[in-house]
């Protein structure tokens, strides 16, 4: 026998929507956290530490060395990029992984890293200041970051795109984005980009990416804007709500930002990213991360060893 449901239908309506929310806001925690469960730690490579390395042209590494370990800025919310399960504390995903591998090539066992979570609007500083000594965490490399910090890399090219319900029926790509609210996150290139380029759009601004998907869910904004690598783990956590509109319209490469003027040590970075490329690493560490969105691992991108600075 059929069981028959007796709610009025507005009242129905009202409650599944409610229900939802509710669902989502569990799936996406209380602050804007995602939901998480990165990859299981026996599915993730391990990295050779260098024996014997030294690098004592670098402030950086001789602080660290004296400290005993890494301390490296991260992101805590992006799916399948930088995720920290609140239970655990642990961190992971893509750009873990690369802050792994690089705490090995730096003769530092990747086990030691305090990982300190760090919002796009303060990487400069961050390092400016020495809180910490290396930051991962989808940062463009561009020429105005590059007058505050150093970058190694790129690692990674990611491209700007748009995240929208998947009820959205006026929203296909940054043509259609006049009169549209508009989420992404304080200090980001992708929110100077919407201001810069797209002025009859209405760019809202928080401090991270999921309390904008939080926003999208509950209507408080028509899109989150922000790297397509961001966006598709999103996407991919909540592919009944949310989708990507539309193609990527900037090129995002994304660097390993380090103090200013430590030279030393953004080489040894450079050196390092190659090495895990060619040895395998990098692809390894991508195909049980970011891999899992759905987008197949790419060639990397060649590594811009600039003069130094
Ligand atoms: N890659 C962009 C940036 O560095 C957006 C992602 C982020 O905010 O981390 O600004």
Redesign the pocket.
């Known amino acids: 026998m059929r069981r028959m449901d007796r709610t009025p239908a507005p009242r129905r309506a009202a409650a599944l929507a409610l229900t939802a929310l509710a669902l989502l806001a569990a799936a996406c925690g209380k602050a804007g956290s995602p939901p998480v469960k990165g990859p299981q730690p026996d599915e993730l490579p391990v990295y050779k530490i260098a024996t014997g390395f030294r690098l004592p042209d670098s402030p950086t590494w001789r602080k660290a060395e004296r400290r005993g370990h890494l301390v490296v800025g991260a992101?805590e919310d992006q799916p399948y990029l930088g995720e920290k399960d609140p239970a655990s504390g642990r961190y992971s995903g893509f750009d873990i992984e690369i802050a792994r591998m690089m705490s090995a090539s730096l003769g530092f066992d990747p086990k030691t890293i305090s990982f300190r979570t760090i919002a796009?609007a303060n990487r400069e500083t961050a390092l400016q200041n020495g809180q910490i000594d290396y930051y991962v965490?989808?940062?463009?490399i561009n020429d105005l970051r590059k007058k505050q910090v150093g970058f190694a890399g790129p690692y990674y090219i990611?491209g700007q795109s748009l995240l929208v319900r998947t009820d959205e029926k006026g929203l296909a790509g940054p043509q259609d984005l006049a009169g549209k609210k508009i989420c992404s996150?304080a200090g980001?290139?992708?929110l100077q980009r919407i201001q810069r380029d797209y002025p009859r759009a209405t760019a809202v601004a928080y401090d991270t990416y999921s309390i904008c998907v939080d926003n999208l869910l509950s209507l408080q904004v028509d899109a989150v804007t922000?790297?397509d690598t961001?966006l598709m783990g999103f996407a991919a956590k909540a592919p009944d709500e949310l989708k990507i509109a539309g193609k990527p319209f900037s090129r995002?490469p994304?660097g390993i930002g380090v103090p200013r003027g430590d030279n030393a040590l953004r080489f040894a970075l450079d050196d390092a990213i190659e090495a895990h490329e060619k040895n395998g690493d990098w692809k390894k560490a991508y195909d049980v991360t970011l891999g899992l969105s759905g987008v197949p691992a790419p060639k990397p991108p060649p590594v811009d060893r600039y003069p130094a600075s």
Do not use: H, L
């Open positions: 992101k796009s965490g989808t940062y463009t990611a996150a980001s290139t992708p922000t790297d961001i995002e994304y």
